[in-house]
């Protein structure tokens, strides 16, 4: 087949188009085998629409509309609103019925989030009308996003959903809603959703036993799948087909293990399954990959803490390596960087309060641990900073009123050191690293009774180690979770912030602040935000 010209779309797309193109009306048969595909529609990227099952060697016209609708015509049902129809081209079929479109999206910040319908008229000699209309493809052209995970925090029954928010113009574009859902709060790491490649399938675990697909253009959901007491962090394999689900298991009597569950995105149906010998945490991270999966759990023989290594295109158990202290039995934060794995633990019934940091260095041969234990301390959080080779660490100390943050230096021989940094009284609940310094989220402590410290945004510069407090802070609800977005649109901090109820009465926001201008606004959400997941362009 002769290469295929690309099709400039970018007028078309701002409104200046083609003459309309007109279809009678009446009732029709839309073609059952031929379908159109397309790739994820970034802005500033090329858009590739694929018309797959169409009779070989034939005419096929793909027009587009900013609107849709659903009108019976002869050749089928016409899916796109007929006052702003415009013809876009013309292909001919190859011998398989495939032809392709290939669209110029703008980087024009005006475009995001802007609805685009295509549809495809293809030529059939076997059908009454001779042509046949193709089922469409909805999208939203995709600029800087969010996706806060939100629950209502007072009324009876909890509401849940999840806010598909426009970020480049602040605004919210779609909404999952989940309804009823359980009291137990998500943490930042999870309820975080996952994607298809192109963007056209979404999941999201809406409870601990719900796994909700959705359409992340419109927040229509498609499926939802009953699962097991399940960890509430998903994971896809890299090419976006596949997604896992970890249901956790029991340690009580009776004794279950975890099992790895595989769902296929399009069409939300269970595929494979891996049954784990001893129960999960449900802290859980796959490589950059996405070819293997970390499964932090206890030995069920020894009771010590241990991560299990996953193959997960072939759903073998490689093998694992212990983490902790004999005494482990919580784990805190796990997440794998530089191609390692650190995984900070603590024992929550001993009078030393011993908490680990555990380095995971994986081969192909296995996986060897340095694990680093102290008495009287937690660490809940912590981020690699990749460019200087460290970990800003995030130390509780249970019998003293202190926190804050240490340096780890990571050391590819010995013990890693790490050295407090300037002291500032902190309870780090997030941190993000923008490449020369980390943005740090101390959420305070203010709920009743008795809390006093407003939650407040902290900046150190990883040079001077110089610390910046954000002028903003948050005197009876503090920040939940923190996403921080550089790319060829936004430049900007996000923070999670739940309402407050009557009387003070303070609406649930996602606070943004503007790193180029210093400027902030917010963007109203339906519900508190628990967590957020960050999309910026490619």
Known sequence: MAAIPRVDCASILLGRCLAPLVLACGAGVASAQAHLEHSAPWLGRTLDLDVVGAPANQTVELLYSPSRTSIPTPLGTLELRRRALRRLGVRTSDGSGHATFHIAVPLDPALADQEAHFQAIVTDPAAPAGRTLMNASHLRLLGTRLYAHERSRYPDPIQGGLEIVDAVHGAVSARVDFGPVDDAELTNEEGKPVFSANFAVGAVMATSTRLVFFDPFFGTTRAEVPVAPSSRILWTDAAGARVYVLEKGSSAPPVQGARLRVFDLETAAAT????????????????????????????????????????????????????????????????????????????????????????????AGGMSALVQSGANTRLPRFEPVPAVDLLLVSKMFPLVPASGLYEQQLSASGPDTDAPLPWVYLSCDDMVADGTGMWVMDAGDNEPPGGTEPGRLYRIDLTTHAWTQYPHSWPFVGPRDLELVRDALTDEVYLACRAVAPPIGIAPVIFVIDRRTGTEREITTAQSPESMLSVPLP
């Not at 290594?309 to 158990?317: D, F, G, I, T």
């Not at 004999?326 to 794995?341: N, S």
């Open 272 to 363: 494979a399954d891996l049954a784990l010998p001893e129960a999960a945490s449900g802290l859980w991270c796959a490589s950059d990959d996405r070819s293997t999966a970390f499964v932090a759990a206890f030995d069920p023989t020894s009771g010590a803490a241990i991560l299990r290594r996953v193959a997960l295109s072939s759903l073998v158990v490689q093998d694992s390596v212990a983490i902790g202290t004999p005494l482990t039995r919580e784990f805190d934060h796990l997440r794998f960087a530089q191609g390692q794995v650190f995984v900070t633990s603590h024992e929550p019934f001993s009078l030393s309060f011993q908490s680990s940091l555990a380095r995971v260095q994986i081969s």
